[in-house]
């Protein structure tokens, strides 16, 4: 599956910004999507996933309460909202998918991914 993550920008601390991940060329149901993340001078870090079959989200303790993940499996697409967000969450944000529905906190678990949006938030 090709994964087309796009809605990266600059925004204020505060703020609050949308990311899309589109994908095609397989069935988008079969896939349980994830947000990572990699900041500046850090490792790459799951942000918030969604499973393919019950739709169990999970987040990260970072972004409990301002981000929300979600799917729409008609257009093919796994989003992030981001709400009240902080200099800290300034990074790479990728979309990625797994064919598993379980062991979605394990980067291992994903073969598909997109290229990465770059979200500046500046303080």
């Known amino acids: ?40 001078g850090k490792e790459r870090e799951l942000v918030a996933s969604i499973s393919r079959r019950t739709g169990k989200t999970y987040y990260a303790d970072f972004v409990k309460g301002r981000f929300t993940i979600s799917r729409d499996n008609a257009k093919n697409t796994v989003y992030l909202q981001m709400n009240s967000l902080e200099f800290e969450d300034t990074a790479v944000y990728y979309c990625a998918g797994s064919a ?24």
């Open 100 to 123: 598993r529905e379980l062991g979605l906190q394990s980067i291992s678990s994903y073969v598909y991914w997109g290229q990465g949006t770059l979200v500046t938030v500046s303080s």
């Open 1 to 40: 599956v090709q994964l087309q993550a796009s809605g990266g920008g600059l925004v204020q601390a505060g703020d609050s910004l949308g990311l899309s991940c589109a994908a095609s060329g397989r069935p988008f149901h079969n896939y349980s999507m994830a947000w990572f993340r990699r900041a500046p």
